[in-house]
């Protein structure tokens, strides 16, 4: 009787081991992808500082150009009102297509072009979008780890159990395939 109690509670456990060890794992792999999105987001971020400043600067040289500002004003309200990592997304892909729509305005004005201070926000704005597109793979990569673990035998009986939900990767939206040139 003795040896059959030690073999249950050794079984017992092993099993307690390795819930606890299944969670805090998967504890792990949430919460860098959530640190991940907050560096997307700190990119994008960078992306909206320097927007005004480009708007500024070209502002008085566009006045028949006027929607693209407020587009470019709308896109980032929406930004700041949205509270889910998916709706921060579309916001962004809002601001891209409108960023875009301005930079070809720009390129349209040969005197802009030849403006220092518009050329070092074209060339600070490029190495943003460089940064938010490595940002959004790594985000992508954390979410694949994730996904994959909730998704694989037994750690998927533990997320079941646990709450452990699928994420959505970020996806980028229509369109956006087509990058906006900078060409000085």
Do not use: C, H
């Not at 004005?109 to 793979?137: A, C, F, I, K, W």
């Amino acid at each position: 009787m003795k040896k059959g109690l030690i073999i249950v509670l050794a079984i017992a456990a092993v099993l307690l081991i390795w819930v606890f060890s299944g969670y805090n794992g998967l504890v792990k792999l949430n919460e860098n992808a959530d640190a991940q999105w907050a560096k997307v987001e700190t990119q994008y971020q960078r992306r909206f500082d320097l927007i005004p400043n480009l708007v500024n600067s070209v502002k008085a040289v566009l006045t028949q150009e006027q929607t693209v500002f407020g587009e470019l004003a709308e896109a980032r309200a929406n930004y700041a009102g949205a509270s889910t990592p998916d709706q921060k997304a579309a916001a962004a892909s809002q601001v891209e297509t409108s960023l875009g729509r301005l930079i070809a305005i720009v390129e349209s004005y040969p005197q802009l072009q030849s403006s220092s201070n518009v050329r070092d926000l074209m060339t600070q704005l490029e190495g943003t979008e460089n940064r938010v597109s490595v940002e959004r793979t790594r985000f992508n990569d954390e979410i694949r780890s994730y996904n994959t673990a909730i998704k694989t035998f037994p750690t998927n009986i533990l997320a079941l159990l646990t709450g452990f939900g699928e994420r959505s990767y970020f996806e980028a939206a229509s369109g956006s395939e087509n990058a906006p040139q900078v060409n000085f």
